[in-house]
């Protein structure tokens, strides 16, 4: 299982934006289903966003607050989050999965117990 490494999150006043980091040393992330998944204070953890493009390459997508985007060169992963809420409050873990026959499409069920690999988790924390 390859090791994630993240960065980022913190306190943040309500409205505003952060970045959280996801990277490897182990291998290429463009191979791997990305995702984020969040969970607060005695909640379940559960998948944000996903992106399990096989044809490699950097990539930014939007997706309603949030950005996702992938740099190829520095094999890193980035979320964005903007108009941050206090109910955002939780830690955040980036998760992967190798892409191969029967995961291509594993953002479309994919859910925690599918993902093998996973970030040590960043606490964000929004509020006045």
């Known amino acids: 299982q390859v090791q994630l490494v993240q960065s980022g999150g913190g306190l943040v006043q309500p409205g505003g934006s952060l970045t959280l980091s996801c990277t490897t040393s182990?291998?290429?992330?463009?191979?791997?289903?990305i995702a984020w998944f969040r969970q607060g204070t005695g909640k379940e953890r559960y998948r944000i966003t996903c992106?399990?493009?096989?044809?490699?390459g950097s990539f930014s997508r939007v997706e309603g607050r949030y950005i996702t985007s992938r740099n190829t060169a520095k094999n890193t992963v980035n979320f964005q989050m903007h108009s941050l809420k206090p109910e955002d409050t939780a830690v955040y873990y980036c998760?992967?999965?190798?892409?191969?026959?029967?995961?291509?499409?594993?953002?479309?069920?994919?859910?925690?117990?599918?993902?093998?690999?996973w970030g040590q988790g960043t606490q964000v924390s929004v509020s006045s």
């Open positions: 182990e291998f290429s992330l463009d191979r791997y289903a």
């Open positions: 998760a992967a999965e190798p892409l191969h026959e029967h995961t291509s499409d594993i953002c479309s069920w994919g859910t925690r117990s599918d993902f093998g690999s």
């Open positions: 992106f399990d493009g096989a044809d490699g």
